[in-house]
């Protein structure tokens, strides 16, 4: 412990963390409850990921390194309470999970990332550690728009090998892979080291902003066209969002309005099963309908109370979604407040919520482009589910609450 303590720099712990933070490299525990009817369910296999080790490292140091009256200070912020209660929420949703393996390692993950935000926000100041992480991100951004190019031009994985950073071998033939319409061609969006395209251009839209706005401008480049072959509309628009408030961060009226056209798409996407057919046939809105559709049947027998577990969302959906062929796939919530509601109860939702307006609240008096930030993921979060259950945006959430609450 005594080395631990005079060798460990946390700062070089955090910035190793922000760099290798789209990395999808982690060990795999294929279990019993990793199957629904069968069939093997890549969100139910537990899974110990390079950046939580990483993390874990770094939480312990923090508590060892920082004293005592200062973590219990972070502590005792109020914003940190509803961090507690969140936690709460979700282990008593833990104690009714019908799969209980995947619950316990959401809980697990989820309790330390947020020891991960005490320990940063007990150590660091914003601007200390900003303009470091911004430079970090500028290297991995350049680097996965590269790999990204190459996959959009081959079509395929390139290492072909998921040991190489975590890149998922693909090709044309690849079941489930995703595709596009390109001027009538069928192409393959890129996945660069995430799970889904999606994820992918959900990262870069939050990113390029920061990478904009500290003027490296070739990365920036670089990173909008990889968000370009990621053919993800949301991503596409959270960027244009961004870069729009950017640009005119200075007028109020502008960040009020945005704000209040966010949450009108907040509250119809929440609210989306009960009128999506009287909007344009669109396949995309349609299967997102159906699974808030199944997710609010699943609520029923007062599961909203407690939730129904972490990651044990897409046991209910199955159980509940009704089959159409086209139209059919299991997979959460596509919005991360309709799944926190239904996998952590009434009380992980409105904990979730006090954290982003108090986020709000205080990032538009101090740093506009975290404002931002909290803005995109309110967008990116109403209409896909990456920022409660894929490592890499979970963590990348954190560490938009770590530049908050270091102001």
């Known amino acids: 412990m005594i080395t631990l303590k005079k060798y460990l720099n946390l700062k070089n712990v955090f910035y190793s963390i922000v760099l290798l933070l789209p990395l999808n490299l982690g060990k795999h525990f294929i279990i019993k409850d990793s199957y629904l009817n069968g069939v093997l369910f890549d969100y139910l296999i537990p899974t110990l990921y390079l950046q939580d080790i990483l993390v874990l490292i770094f939480v312990i140091g923090s508590f060892i390194k920082t004293k005592r009256n200062v973590l219990l200070k972070t502590f005792e912020k109020k914003e940190f309470i509803l961090f507690l209660l969140l936690l709460l929420s979700v282990l008593v949703s833990v104690i009714f999970a019908e799969v209980k393996i995947p619950a316990i390692e959401g809980f697990l993950r989820l309790s330390i990332y ?23 991100f500028g290297y991995s951004v350049s680097f996965l728009a590269v790999l990204a190019l190459l996959q959009f031009s081959s079509q395929k994985s390139i290492f072909n090998n998921y040991l190489f950073f975590g890149e998922q071998p693909y090709s044309y033939s690849t079941p489930g892979v995703v595709r596009e319409s390109l001027f009538g061609l069928t192409k393959i969006p890129s996945y660069g080291t995430f799970r889904h395209p999606n994820i992918f251009g959900g990262f870069l839209s939050i990113v390029l902003i920061w990478l904009f706005a ?82 609010y049947t699943s609520l029923g027998d007062l599961k909203f109370i407690y939730g129904v577990g972490v990651a044990n969302g897409v046991v209910h959906i199955e159980r509940v979604l009704p089959y159409f062929k086209e139209t059919h796939f299991i997979q959460p919530v596509h919005n991360i407040f309709v799944n926190l509601l239904l996998e952590g109860g009434i009380l992980a939702i409105l904990s979730f919520a006090g954290i982003i307006i108090s986020s709000l609240k205080r990032s538009i008096n101090n740093r506009v482009i975290l404002f931002i930030s909290i803005l995109q993921i309110i967008l990116l979060g109403s209409f896909d589910h990456y920022f409660l259950d894929i490592h890499q945006t979970l963590l990348l959430l954190f560490v938009v609450f770590v530049f908050v609450w270091t102001i």
Do not use: Q, W
């Open 114 to 136: 947020f020891l991960f935000l005490i320990g940063a926000v007990s150590n660091f100041h914003f601007k200390d550690i900003f303009p470091v992480c911004v430079k970090l």
């Open 214 to 295: 500290a003027g490296y401008y070739f990365a920036f480049i670089l990173g909008a066209l990889a968000l370009m072959v990621t053919f993800s509309f949301t991503s596409f628009a959270s960027l244009v969002l961004g870069l729009t408030l950017y640009v005119l961060r200075r007028n109020r009226l502008v960040l009020f309005i945005s704000v209040l056209l966010i949450f009108l798409l907040l509250f119809g996407s929440i609210l989306l099963p009960f009128y999506y057919e009287m909007l344009p046939d669109s396949l995309s809105l349609v299967r997102r309908a159906r699974l808030t559709h199944s997710a």
